[in-house]
């Protein structure tokens, strides 16, 4: 069993839609992060959680810590939004970050 | 504030060469390190971490080994790359305890696309 889990594994959106990726972890955590991640390019880190909602234009990322449960939102989804999103977690005694396998977002014009 | 450099962000390597990817960090002091890497249509995968110089933990057996010469800098080896080291390698960093929330997003370096030929 991983202990993140996302879902959608694939996501294909018209533009203009709102998006809604999950992810589900088993672990206790200090922390958890949203990564993005472009066709043949690095990462980009998006939001650091521990707790509540953070809004960075029109993304958005909340988490539940009692249900172990974060999402990411996209409002206004545009075609430069394609990439992969990537939840990550980091263990509360710090020794490891466990990575979700990741949702590979398209969004047509 | 802190920072986290990975290099390089692409490398095209015939088989049987070294490899050296480095990875420092910036604005903070005695990090956990690691290295993690991505095959094609999986998952991050943990190569090595380490708490503190010269202290290295493998999770996986492969072709490739891992060494902190210096509190902030983590760098992963392989004497000899073979095909099925190409993927994408990660640098991440963090801290024990109750620290860790007063850093900002930069945990996870850009990481490097390496392809063996």
């Known amino acids: 069993k991983n202990e993140v889990e996302q879902s959608p594994q694939n996501l294909t959106a018209q533009e203009g839609e709102f998006i809604t990726i999950n992810c589900s972890y088993s672990?206790?955590?200090?922390?958890l992060h949203w990564l993005q991640q472009h066709p043949g390019g690095g990462i980009v880190s998006l939001f650091m959680?521990?707790?509540g909602k953070k809004k960075h234009g029109r993304l958005i990322a909340t988490i539940n810590i009692q249900e172990k449960h974060s999402s990411l939102h996209i409002t206004a989804s545009h075609p430069r939004d394609s990439a992969v999103y990537i939840c990550a977690v980091n263990e509360f005694t710090g020794n490891q970050f466990y990575f979700g396998t990741g949702t590979s977002l398209t969004v047509i014009p | 504030s802190q920072t986290i450099h990975q290099w390089p962000a692409t490398l095209v390597q015939p088989v049987g060469s070294p490899l050296s990817l480095e990875c420092t960090v910036e604005?903070?002091?005695?990090?956990?390190l690691y290295w993690y890497r991505q095959a094609a249509g999986r998952g991050l995968q943990l190569l090595f971490y380490s708490v503190g110089i010269g202290q290295i933990s493998s999770e996986v057996p492969q072709n490739l080994s891992a060494s902190r010469p210096q509190d902030r800098q983590f760098i992963l080896s392989s004497k000899k790359l073979l095909l099925s080291d190409s993927g994408f390698y990660l640098c991440?960093?963090?801290?024990?305890?109750?620290?860790?929330?007063?850093?900002?997003?930069?945990?996870f370096g850009q990481g490097t696309r390496l392809t063996v030929v």
């Open positions: 991440a960093w963090s801290l024990t305890g109750t620290n860790y929330m007063r850093y900002t997003e930069a945990f």
């Open positions: 604005g903070t002091s005695n990090p956990n």
């Open positions: 672990v206790g955590i200090s922390a």
């Open positions: 959680l521990s707790s």
